[in-house]
């Protein structure tokens, strides 16, 4: 049973060190990604507020962002041709009409201009160093501490222990 216990330790501590190493060595797959994936979500927008659309205004009004690289990236969807930019971009909500929504020129200065990509993988890296460190500190911690403690019993224990006893 301490045995297994050992196991369990060991396969925790495997996992946390693979997963930060995972995530240092293809994050540049995951910007990339990330890219793709919103560009589909803008695509795929619509007012019935499926999930996607229901992420892509909560990252537009989290960030103050509006579109993957800027705001002209919602004129290749299906959405701007039938209402305009999505309300989730405008600065002011209610000085956003449906006509400057429309209307790329006026929208300008009614929207944020900024994309959301730069602005989510710029918050991203700048929270890659938290999730390192803090990674790389619960595997020293596992490996190191008191943990282990319990790692290197469970794996001596088994073995026969002998006490010298005095008749």
Known sequence: MLKLYAMFLSLIFLVVLVAAIVGFVFRHEIK???ASNYMLA???YNATMDQRSEAVDTVQKTLHCCGVQNYSDWT??????EKGIPRSCCRLP???TEDDLKDLAKAKTKVYVDGCFTLAT???ESKMGIVAGISFGIACFQFC???PVGWDFSCLLPFPVH????V
């Open 32 to 34: 990339n990604s990330f």
């Open 42 to 44: 803008l695509r795929s």
């Open 76 to 81: 290749n969807t299906a959405y701007y041709t």
């Open 94 to 96: 209610d000085d956003c």
């Open 122 to 124: 710029t918050v991203m």
């Open 145 to 147: 501490c008191p943990v």
């Open 163 to 166: 006490h010298k006893q005095s």
